[in-house]
C-alpha cells in the first residue's frame, strides 16, 4: 500500500484508505526475500531483473514505498527492522493460519498505561 493512497477528510478527523485493489489476505500473500542479482547492472534497471508472482510481497522493498523522509526512515529501522524481514511475515502468516491470536502494542511495556 502505498502512501498516496491515504487521503484525510474534510474535517481533519479520520483517515481514509482508497485504493482496495492492493488489499489481500495475509494468508494469500507470498512473503518472499528479493534474489541476489547475477548481474550488478540489474540493480540500477528500472525493471526488477527477478520474477514477481500476482501475491509475491516483497518486505525490503517497504521502506522505497512508505518512507521517503531519511529521519523518518531511520527512526522506524531503528526502533521496526523486523517489518522489512521476510521470516516476520511468514511468521505471522503461519501464526493466522494455526488460528493464534496475537496482540500487538505500539508502546513498549514499560512506557504503557498501567490498568489501575
Do not use: A
Request: glycine share 2%; hydrophobic share 35%.
Amino acid at each position: 500500500m502505498l502512501s498516496k493512497n491515504f487521503g484525510i477528510t474534510q474535517n481533519n478527523q479520520r483517515i481514509v484508505f482508497y485504493d482496495y485493489d492492493e488489499i489481500m489476505l495475509m494468508t494469500d500473500c507470498e512473503f518472499k526475500k528479493i534474489p541476489e542479482s547475477n548481474n550488478d547492472l540489474d540493480e540500477f534497471s528500472e525493471d526488477v531483473w527477478y520474477p514477481v508472482g500476482k501475491n509475491d510481497v516483497f518486505p525490503e522493498n517497504f521502506t522505497s514505498f512508505l518512507m521517503t523522509h531519511p529521519k523518518i526512515k531511520d527512526i522506524f529501522r531503528k526502533h521496526h527492522n523486523d517489518l522489512f524481514d521476510v521470516k516476520f511475515w511468514n511468521g505471522k502468516k503461519q501464526s493466522i493460519i494455526e488460528n493464534k491470536v496475537e496482540s500487538f502494542f505500539p508502546y513498549h511495556e514499560s512506557i504503557r498505561l498501567k490498568n489501575f
